[in-house]
């Protein structure tokens, strides 16, 4: 058996050290080159990824910018739709500003020739020495989007009467309000002055505070358009809202009446718990 030196030994181990190193390297170099090109591709779609973000960003500040300048459209439109509502509603009184209505008639009392018996009613209620000569009426007649109850004793149709002359309406009005009472073959009835149904709804909103002062002695008118104007110890005072009136008269305890009355105008009715204009 040959002898085996010290220097053989260290020889074969590294040999084997010089293997072992190889292969381990060649491993190495092979892992590190998957991991490399995967970490390339990491840095190549996050590259992509700031790109997009960077796009969103800038596409976000420019929807933020248009939805800033719509907003301010609409705004505007938001506007103008409301001053164009407020003067078409305006225009539609105005051109209503001739007209009555005639509310508690007996229907078929008119007969065949509804302005002629206009002008007879307002000689006979309101007296000839105030009307010496009938007030001309343009048209009148019922109203026929106004639907009557199916029963037999419903709430006949209003009247509505065009006046030729403005100056007639308001001197109806103002004989109507003094006399109080109207009252047509023993039929109990009343005139209103004829507005707008964006009009009748807003004055409608003040029938809670106006059945609080219908039972006290504070003397109230709704002024035109929709103001409540109400004495109160001497001082008048005007409501716009309906809310601030209904603030302002809370302690007031709610009216057990059956009726709405006015002081110096007449303008709404509840009867048989309907309100009627």
Request: with cysteine.
């Amino acid at each position: 058996m040959p002898e085996v030196s010290l220097q053989s030994i260290w020889d074969a181990i590294q040999q084997v050290q010089g293997q072992v190193t190889a292969q381990v390297n060649a491993h190495l170099d092979m892992k590190i080159g998957i991991v490399q090109a995967g970490l390339m591709d990491i840095q190549q779609s996050l590259t992509t990824i700031t790109g997009q973000v960077t796009e969103l960003q800038q596409r976000g500040s420019v929807n933020e910018d248009q939805a800033d300048n719509l907003l301010a459209r609409v705004c505007a439109l938001e506007k103008d739709n409301a001053y164009l509502k407020e003067k078409v509603e305006d225009l539609e009184n105005q051109s209503r500003r001739s007209n009555m209505r005639f509310i508690g008639v007996p229907e078929k009392m008119e007969g065949a020739d509804m302005i002629a018996f206009i002008g007879q009613t307002i000689q006979s209620v309101l007296g000839k020495e105030n009307f010496p000569v009938v007030p001309p009426v343009e048209r009148a007649h019922r109203t026929p989007t106004f639907a009557r109850a199916s029963k037999s004793n419903g709430p006949p149709r209003p009247i509505l009467a065009k006046f030729l002359n403005f100056q007639d309406k308001v001197k109806i009005l103002r004989l109507a309000r003094e006399k109080g009472n109207l009252q047509i073959a023993a039929n109990k009835f009343h005139i209103y002055p004829d507005f707008s149904p964006g009009l009748v709804k807003k004055r409608c909103e003040f029938d809670e505070v106006k059945k609080k002062l219908c039972g006290t002695d504070m003397k109230y008118s709704l002024q035109y358009p929709s103001t409540l104007r109400v004495t109160v110890e001497g001082k008048i005072k005007l409501f716009h809202c309906p809310k601030d009136a209904e603030a302002f008269f809370r302690d007031i305890p709610a009216e057990r009446g059956q009726g709405i009355r006015h002081h110096r105008s007449q303008f709404t009715i509840k009867k048989d718990g309907k309100v009627w204009h």
